[in-house]
Each structure stands twice: as structure tokens, then as C-alpha cells.
């Protein structure tokens, strides 16, 4: 009886011990895992400096060139500016707007090629998809990108690592608009400026709600005594 019950108390820590290690397992979400790489502990950013008073629109681009350009004339009108994460496909047949990005000292970046599931997808694809991006807006646009923007904020390790080889930072957001699903201007707008913090990064896209949006969130955070700058610059020190 008494090996029956050491047997049963053996058995017992075993998996209770086991039991312990699955929910460690399971409360550790892999996006707060931070991997080293080259010595480095690499991780996606999701603000920028809080220590000064700046905030960045960051505009994933896809589609309507037209639209890319009345936004940069927007924000020339405020004197605002803006970084634009293209995809690669498009900055192919976009030539002029990647110009017109440049010329008017807004920032250009990397949103990948195919807009991918990067999550679900090999270190080799996704090296490929940042690299190819990067090599046509550098010869297109003379411009090399610095930052990437994981379509769909979708990344694992293999973003991580394959971004910090090609000399990227990863960059998420802090704000959302979600304007590729709702149309509403008023509720762009709100979830562009609520409870705005140092260093926000502003989601959004080149949609015609959204631009409608564009003047009066930038006149929202001028007012309230937030500069709009790039991505790298609200990331400076």
C-alpha cells in the first residue's frame, strides 16, 4: 500500500509539474517573446519617443495612387508629414507617387511585396518578400527604406530575424482607424485622436474617407501641441 501511494504521489508531481509548464506555456504570447539576433534582443516597435511631443501617421499602401496623392497635398497644406509603407507591387507600376512621396519630404517605407501573411510564412519568403520591396523603392525612388510594416500586423521570428538581416525595425501601431472596414469619417477621426500619448503611432490607408479624415485629425493634434513627423524621426532620441 504504501509503494501503491509513493507511486500515486510520484505520478501526482509529475503532472502537476507538467500542468505548470502548459500554462507558462500558453500565457506566454509569442509576439512578447523577444529573440536575440547578432547579439541583440529584436523585438516590433509600437510607439515612438515619449519623451517629445510628437505622433506619426503611418499609411499602408496598396491602391489608389490617386488618393496617395491628395493626401501628401493635405499634409503639405498643414506642413505635416507622414510615412507611407508601400507594397511592392505597387511601388512597381508607381513610379511618380513615390517620387511625389520624396519631393515633399515625407517618408518612405517597407510594407512587403504581396501583402502576405508574414506570420504564416518561412524566414527564406520572408526575406524575400522585405528585400524585394526595399530593392524597388531604392532604385525607383533612390530612397532606402529603414522600417517595415508587416502587412496586416501579422509577424512571427522569422519576421523579426529576416527584417533585422536586412537592416529593418519592425513597426506595428499604437492607434488603429480600421478605415479599410469602416467608412465612417466621425469614427476615423475619433479613433485617430482618442486619448492621444507621445510618440502615437496612427494606422490608416488611402482611402477617400480617410482623407476626408486626413485635415481634420492633423488639425486635432496641432492644436493640441503634437507634432507630425515620420516614423523615424518620432523614433529619434
Known amino acids: ?72 497635398e493635405v499634409l503639405n497644406r498643414y506642413n505635416a508629414k507622414a510615412t507611407f509603407f508601400v507594397g511592392g507591387c505597387w511601388a512597381d507600376d508607381n513610379k511618380e507617387t513615390l517620387l511625389k512621396i520624396v519631393e515633399s519630404g515625407n517618408e518612405i517605407a517597407n510594407h512587403g511585396y504581396f501583402h502576405l501573411d508574414h506570420k504564416n510564412i518561412s524566414y527564406e519568403k520572408n526575406y524575400q518578400e522585405i528585400n524585394l520591396t526595399g530593392i524597388i523603392i531604392e532604385s ?23 527584417a533585422f538581416e ?18 465612417n ?23 477617400k474617407h480617410t482623407l476626408n479624415a486626413l485635415p481634420k485629425i492633423i488639425e486635432f493634434y496641432q492644436s493640441s501641441g503634437y507634432n507630425l513627423v515620420t516614423v523615424s524621426e518620432n523614433l529619434s532620441e
Open 166 to 183: 536586412l537592416g529593418y525595425k519592425v513597426i506595428m501601431w499604437s492607434k488603429d482607424t480600421i478605415d479599410w472596414r469602416d467608412f
Open 140 to 162: 525607383l525612388a533612390g530612397v532606402k527604406p529603414t522600417l517595415f510594416a508587416p502587412p496586416s500586423g501579422s509577424f512571427s521570428d522569422h519576421t523579426l530575424e529576416s
Open 1 to 72: 500500500m504504501k509503494i501503491l501511494n509513493k507511486k500515486l504521489t510520484i505520478f501526482t508531481n509529475v503532472i502537476l509539474g507538467l500542468l505548470v509548464i502548459v500554462v507558462t506555456l500558453i500565457s506566454f504570447s509569442p509576439d512578447t517573446i523577444v529573440p536575440i539576433y547578432g547579439g541583440e534582443r529584436v523585438q516590433a516597435i509600437y510607439n515612438g519617443n515619449k519623451q517629445k511631443n510628437n505622433v506619426s501617421l503611418m499609411i499602408n499602401v496598396y491602391e489608389n495612387s490617386d488618393v496617395v496623392c491628395e493626401m501628401i
Open 185 to 207: 469619417v466621425d469614427l476615423i477621426v475619433k479613433r485617430a485622436t482618442k486619448n492621444p500619448e507621445n510618440g502615437d503611432f496612427i494606422l490608416m490607408h488611402p482611402k
